[in-house]
Structures are given as C-alpha cells and as structure tokens.
C-alpha cells in the first residue's frame, strides 16, 4: 500500500540537506514542492512530492 504523509521542516531539511532558507528560495522558483498548510501554525510537504525531487535532483548527476 502506498502512503503520503506530510513531513514537517526538519524532516524535509534532514532528507534534503537543504537549509530552510533555499528550501522556501527554490519554491517561489517553482523548483521544489509547494508546502501545504497543515493548520493556523504548521506546514508541511507531502513525502511523495519531496522524495519525487530527491531522484529527479540525483537522476540529474547520475554518470551514464
């Protein structure tokens, strides 16, 4: 079965190594998952979305 969550910052940091400033930077330019809002306090990303730009992000710099 296949399940999305929603992963807070730190999670999206830790799995990224991005800090939290060139997260939110690459999303106004389109170029890594909108987060959501997940009530008036958090937000969060769907774990499908960030893991989808974690391999096309690799699959970039993979050697033939």
Do not use: D
Not at 2 to 26: C, H, Y
Not at 31 to 38: T, V
């Amino acid at each position: 079965m296949n399940q999305t969550r929603f992963l807070r910052k730190p999670e999206v940091r830790f799995m990224t190594g991005l800090s939290a400033s060139t997260i939110r930077r690459l999303e106004i330019a389109g170029q890594f998952p909108i987060r959501s809002k997940l009530s008036k306090n958090a937000v969060g990303w769907l774990e499908s979305a960030v893991l989808g730009w974690i391999q096309a992000r690799s699959a970039k710099y993979e050697k033939p």
